[in-house]
């Protein structure tokens, strides 16, 4: 991956990102997404954003040799602390865990204000996002799940709207599964489900041998739903 040449995931990242747009791609690393946007001329100004000192000076070190600083400001600190209220309509935040990302718009929620659009790619756990922004008034408008280099990656995009919209038919599916991923049910949502329910099944059996309490049977029954819920969805 580089400037030129994103990988998979994050061009379905970049596809989302409306033509003109003003973005703050937060735990940008390298800025490879920010960068590439601006050499295809797709959005108008960036903030690249990351907390950790390295990922921040790689993200300086090519923003400045592409000639970008223009473009994009490189800023370091936590989550949406680096963006000023008004200065984005849209925000990226990709390749970390589902709680993560949330934490990270609850934290920033003040600058959410001039924010048209989120577009979040969690690693794992996309319930923990669908959850925040159901609680936020934010109304998932698409969703997409990809298989890169052995492993499956979920894209979120989200609009200002009718949050329960989406889930008007299957609410506690669509929050775990995904309300248009469910729809859609294509072979690599087949094939993530199958494998988590696998996993849950592995762990109920385990659980099986461990002495009965109430944490037990309290994990033992959660486990039962989710299967039982990924079956349903599964065999429809
Ligand atoms: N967004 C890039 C991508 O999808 O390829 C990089 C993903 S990298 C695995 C996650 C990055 O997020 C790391 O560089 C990390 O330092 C940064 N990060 C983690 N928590 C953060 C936070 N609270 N605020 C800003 N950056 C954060």
Request: glycine residues 16%; proline residues 0%; aromatic residues 0%.
């Given at each position: 991956m580089n400037t030129d040449k994103l990988s998979v995931r994050l061009t379905k990242v970049a596809n989302y990102v409306p033509q003109g747009a003003r973005i703050a791609d937060i735990g940008?690393?390298?800025a490879y997404l920010p960068c590439f946007l601006a050499k295809n001329l797709k959005i108008s100004y960036a903030i690249a954003g990351e907390v950790a000192k390295g990922p921040f000076h790689s993200a300086e070190k090519n923003v400045l040799a592409e000639g970008l600083a223009n473009t994009i400001a490189v800023r370091l600190g936590d989550?949406?602390?680096v963006i000023e209220p008004g200065e984005v309509d849209c925000i990226t935040i990709a390749g970390m865990g589902g709680a993560l990302i949330s934490s990270i718009l609850e934290n920033g929620n003040d600058k959410l204000d001039s924010v048209k659009r989120l577009i979040l790619q969690p690693n794992i756990s996309a319930i923990s996002i669908r959850t925040w922004l159901l609680e936020n008034n934010w109304e998932l408008i698409a969703e997409e799940i990809i298989e890169e280099d052995s492993k499956i990656y979920e894209i979120l995009v989200a609009e200002k709207g009718n949050p329960a919209k989406p889930y008007i038919e299957k609410k506690e599916e669509g929050l775990l599964l995904g309300p248009f991923l469910m729809k859609q049910k294509n072979e690599i949502f087949k094939k993530k489900w199958t494998a988590e329910k696998k996993n849950w099944q592995r762990i109920y059996e385990a659980l099986e041998g461990a002495s009965l309490n109430a944490e037990t049977i309290e994990k033992k029954k959660e486990l039962t739903d989710k299967i039982r819920l990924v079956e349903e969805v599964l065999k429809s």
């Open positions: 940008s690393d390298h989550g949406l602390e």
